[in-house]
């Protein structure tokens, strides 16, 4: 047996309930028939934090964490989807130091991009001497053979530890790849008093986004700059590109006044040398803190951006996870929509990803049985209610993080599983019915 893969016995899925905003009365949607699930990585070692990327010629290709035998740290690894052999191909490791790699967790892990001639280029943050979070990493590959070198992405040398975290990596149409990352390089200090504690809403806590960019494939990359500020230091930014590329849009959490983390975006139409003041996504008020859990964004064929997140926002009553849009790249958004209540009592994740047919695909995770569990969901062009909720994760183990992709054929979803203090990943995909 493939040791990259151990099938489980399962049990076909059917529609396991409605999501929240699902009317009685709304256009028949697609049936989906998922696959048993599938145990990816090595079963003896921790494996998690899957990430899936669809190459610009439809290619399915994930990336992942796994415990290095030898070291106290983790690797980063890369596989393509088989079609017909319906599973991963031959794994390879794109970080050259072994176990360099710092499992995080959540948003933070380990992400990659797919150019438009396909190569790979990935990124992911390592440790410092002082911090857990300390520098970020990059790595480029052809679509075979071995990843080059890996390189130091912050340009600061990062003597004081300060934090580098949360990267983000994406290819735009005309191949120069952007990364983005939460820094701390430039946070103000403040001196505490014994005892004293910070306060949310005091900019000493705020960080920067920092932008880096290569237009030669992911072989040498710009200096570091700055494009935003007061910038919530826990929540992943995303990359999307409008018009063919000409328009690049970044999403982050910024801290407001009285200590309101709410997600903004911001515009560039200039290749990323300059970008617009932030515009307001969802007016959701939220104040608890760092949540560790940032928007997913996605645009269609149409320039249409598409978001879905989880808030608590100003009440319990309010958690869930919702779903916004804009018509017009960015300039304003919807009024968010309810997809699936939640409780308010755990930091949930959410992943938005758009089909061939412009259809809205949905990931999230929400509490099962007091377990966190993967569901699904999916919305076609031109209706405004969802289909049915499809429950993907078992309910034995907790299920978190989820990762989704889609072919012309197929809906991936993968996630990482827990049960004591052992990590494993698991997928799952169906037929799409077009």
Excluded at 10 to 23: E, K, R, V, Y
Excluded at 115 to 128: E, F, K, R, V
Excluded at 303 to 324: K, N, P, Q
Excluded at 328 to 351: C, E, M, W
Aim: glycine share 8%; with cysteine.
């Amino acid at each position: 047996m493939n040791k990259w893969f151990v099938l489980l016995a399962g049990i076909s899925l059917a529609a396991s309930g409605c999501s929240g905003t699902q009317a009685d009365d709304a256009p028949t949607s697609q049936l989906l028939s998922f696959s048993e699930e599938i145990v990816l990585g090595d079963g003896q070692l921790d494996t998690a934090s899957p990430f899936f990327k669809v190459a610009p010629d439809g290619e399915v290709w994930l990336s992942w964490v796994e415990q290095d035998a030898d070291t106290e740290g983790f690797n980063v690894f890369v596989a393509s989807w088989d079609q017909d052999r319906q599973q991963f191909g031959e794994r390879r490791r794109m970080n050259d130091q072994a176990g360099e790699v710092h499992w995080y967790g959540g948003d933070n892990r380990p992400k990659l991009t797919v150019t438009p001639d396909g190569n790979l280029a990935a990124i992911w943050p390592i440790p410092s001497a002082v911090s857990k979070t300390g520098n970020i990493r990059v790595a480029r590959g052809e679509s075979e053979g071995p990843f080059a070198p890996a390189m130091t992405l912050n340009d600061d040398e990062n003597p004081l530890g300060h934090s580098h975290a949360f990267p983000t990596i994406s290819s735009s149409p005309d191949g120069k790849i952007y990364t983005t990352w939460i820094d701390g390089r430039n946070r103000p200090s403040k001196d505490l008093a014994p005892g004293e504690k910070p306060v949310v809403s005091d900019m000493n806590l705020a960080s920067q986004l920092f932008m880096a960019v290569s237009e030669n494939g992911g072989a040498t990359y710009s200096k570091n700059y700055p494009i935003a500020e007061n910038v919530c230091a826990c929540c992943v930014p995303n990359i999307v590109f409008l018009d063919e590329g000409q328009t690049l849009v970044v999403s982050h959490r910024l801290i407001m006044e009285g200590g309101v983390r709410d997600h903004v975006l911001i515009r560039s139409t200039d290749g990323g040398q300059t970008f617009s003041d932030p515009v307001l996504i969802s007016d959701d008020g939220w104040v608890t803190g760092c949540p560790h859990a940032g928007i997913s964004l996605a645009s269609d064929s149409e320039d249409r951006i598409h978001g879905l997140w989880f808030t608590v926002g100003r009440s319990e009553e309010e958690a869930g996870i919702y779903y916004t849009f804009s018509e017009d790249g960015g300039l304003s958004f919807s009024p968010r929509q309810l997809v699936a209540k939640t409780p308010a009592s755990a930091v949930l994740h959410t992943q938005v990803t758009i089909d061939a047919n412009d259809a809205i695909w949905a990931t999230w995770v929400n509490l099962q049985d007091e377990k966190p569990q993967i569901f699904l969901a999916h919305r076609e062009p031109g209706q405004t209610e969802w289909s049915p909720s499809y429950q993907l994760s078992d309910s034995t183990r907790n299920a978190v993080k989820p990762s989704m992709a889609i072919d012309s054929e197929n809906v991936y979803v993968a996630w990482t599983e827990l049960e004591g203090e052992h990590r494993q990943m698991k997928l799952r995909w169906a037929p799409l019915g077009n």
